[in-house]
Structure formats: structure tokens, C-alpha cells
């Protein structure tokens, strides 16, 4: 199973978020793609490009993305990202599915038995003091550090994506 995050741009600026996600998830009668959401990112001028999120199981990202140019209201699609494995909502559905009564026989260190119960019913929870404050200065060193170099165009192995659509002035048609 693949995990993709696939771009779709517009045809044209009028065209709504929710109203171009499904003309995309339309693209879902293809067997072995599976709509997960979407979210958009800005595109220039107001207008605002689609984000797709899917699951490709059997079907190869070549034919989603032939699918997805040939529907009525989108320019184009490309993909941005994938990622080979189990899908992370069953991983954690598997490890979440647990009755609230028994809620108190996890060991959940960090989490606590409110907090677990909040999860379990919303789907989130707030966790407080789960590391030290050394821990985190370091983790928020170690990430500046990296970002630094990164900008600068040295590499630690660390995978940074440049903020889109770029400012005119870096573009290169400029």
C-alpha cells in the first residue's frame, strides 16, 4: 500500500476547494485508490490548490495521475509525495481499541488515564511535561540548526520542503 500526497491545481480560480476534491475523489472509481482527505495550500493571486491525500493499493501512481488530468474542473496533478506501508489510521485504531472501562489496565506512562479517555472518545489529547525541558531545548536546537543549513544549502540528511508558491523574487522566470 502506498500512501501519496498528489497536487491538483484548478482550471480556474472560481472553482471551490470541496467542489475540486470531488471532482478528484470522482477519480476514486478507480480500483485500488482510496480518497483520504485533502487540504489546500495557497497558489497565487487567491487561488488555492487542492492537496490530495490517498491510499493507491494495486494501482500504480502513473495511471491515478492520467486519471486525475482527465477530469472536468482539474488543470493538472502531479505528486509531491509517497510513502511505502500499513496505513497509520489502522495502526492506530488497532492500537487504540480498547473499552474506556478498561482504560486503566494500559501502561500509558506518559498519557495518563484522563488523557487516554479523551483519545479514545475525540480523537486527541493534550499532553503536558511528557519531556523534560533540556530534552526539548535541543530537539528546538538540533531543528534550527538544521533549517539554518538547509537554507543555506548544506544537507544533514534531513528532508526540508521550501515553502510554495515561492516569492517572485526567487522564481526563476524573474
Do not use: N
Amino acid at each position: 500500500m502506498l500512501r501519496c500526497e498528489i497536487e491538483v491545481l484548478p482550471t480556474d480560480g472560481e472553482m471551490s476547494a470541496t467542489d475540486l476534491y470531488d471532482a478528484a475523489s470522482s477519480a476514486g472509481s478507480l480500483r485500488g485508490l482510496s480518497c483520504c482527505g485533502w487540504r489546500t495550500e495557497p497558489l497565487f493571486f487567491g487561488i488555492e490548490k487542492l492537496i490530495l491525500v490517498a491510499r493507491l493499493d494495486c494501482i500504480s501512481v502513473d495511471a491515478v495521475l492520467c486519471a486525475l488530468r482527465g477530469v472536468k474542473g482539474v488543470q493538472s496533478a502531479r505528486l509531491l509525495c509517497s510513502a511505502q506501508g500499513v496505513d497509520a489510521f489502522a495502526t492506530c485504531s488497532r492500537l487504540f481499541s480498547v473499552a474506556l472501562e478498561r482504560i486503566h489496565e494500559l501502561h500509558l506512562p506518559c498519557l495518563g488515564r484522563v488523557a487516554a479517555a479523551h483519545l479514545v472518545r475525540h480523537g486527541w489529547a493534550v499532553v503536558d511535561d511528557w519531556m523534560d525541558a533540556e530534552a526539548v531545548a535541543e530537539v528546538e536546537r538540533l531543528a534550527a540548526a538544521s533549517a539554518c543549513g538547509w537554507a543555506e544549502g548544506g544537507s544533514d540528511g534531513v528532508e526540508w520542503r521550501g515553502p510554495e508558491p515561492r516569492p517572485p523574487r526567487t522564481h526563476p522566470a524573474t
